[in-house]
């Protein structure tokens, strides 16, 4: 399967301290996405990085993708209690086909 | 900003009941999707609906569901006789047309927690 795959599985950190997030998958991608799920909420969509482009910036996220290796990472700067939530990447081989994703990254961040 | 919206938001059903989940879909959207997410587990792709038929499905479609697009605003996911494996988180989603550009994510709703008893 074209499965993304989070690590770490969880994060703790204290406010303002800057959190990474990997996301590995096995096949070739259209793009990569990545969401965020507040407990018991449903999925927020927070940055979609095409197969070509390698960075991309929005407000403190930063997510980068390497493609020769399958990977993307989520940095999000300058945390906040706010920020506490599970991130998910997600993965699909086309516009408007399945989205795969990973079992994401729980991240705690502590004021 | 315009969004997902599902109802209700818990449904409790006995085993072997029928159940119905409702999702509006963002206005100007045209592809739809529905997810489930096992308490713990990752989230799984069930169906996507396009042109008023079911573009793609996964394994864990079977012919205990099945989707509807009755009007032009609502979208339901139909389980016919539900079992205890069905407790789920349902997430329906929406994403525009490719027309309007390869790339566009897909916008999830909040999820029916679904309890079969």
């Known amino acids: 399967s074209q499965q993304g795959e989070e690590d770490p599985q969880a994060l703790s950190i204290q406010e303002g301290e800057n959190a990474t997030m990997n996301c590995s998958y096995k096949?070739?991608?259209?793009?990569l996405q990545w969401y965020r799920q507040n407990s018991g909420r449903g999925l927020v969509h927070l940055i979609l990085i095409r197969s070509n482009e390698r960075e991309k910036h929005s407000g403190r996220l930063r997510v980068t993708l390497d493609t020769s290796k399958k990977s993307s990472s989520l940095l999000i700067t300058a945390s906040r209690a706010a920020d506490t939530a599970s991130y998910f990447c997600a993965t699909d081989r086309q516009a408007g086909t399945a989205l795969i994703f990973g079992k994401g990254t729980t991240l705690s961040v502590s004021s | 900003e315009p969004e997902v919206t599902q109802t209700p938001s818990h449904q409790v059903t006995q085993m072997g009941q029928e159940v119905i989940l409702r999702c509006v879909p963002i206005?100007?959207?045209?592809?739809f999707y529905w997810y489930r997410q096992i308490l713990g587990q990752k989230v799984e792709f069930l169906v996507s609906?396009?042109?008023?038929?079911?573009?793609?499905k996964s394994e864990i479609f079977d012919d205990q569901f099945s989707v509807e697009r009755p009007d032009g605003s609502n979208f339901t996911l139909k389980i016919r006789s539900t079992k205890l494996e069905d407790s789920a988180m349902y997430f329906c989603a929406s994403s525009q047309d490719r027309g309007m550009g390869s790339n566009q994510p897909q916008h999830f709703g909040d999820g029916t927690r679904l309890s079969i008893l």
């Open positions: 206005s100007n959207h045209l592809y």
């Open positions: 609906f396009y042109n008023n038929e079911i573009s793609e």
């Open positions: 096949t070739s991608i259209n793009n």
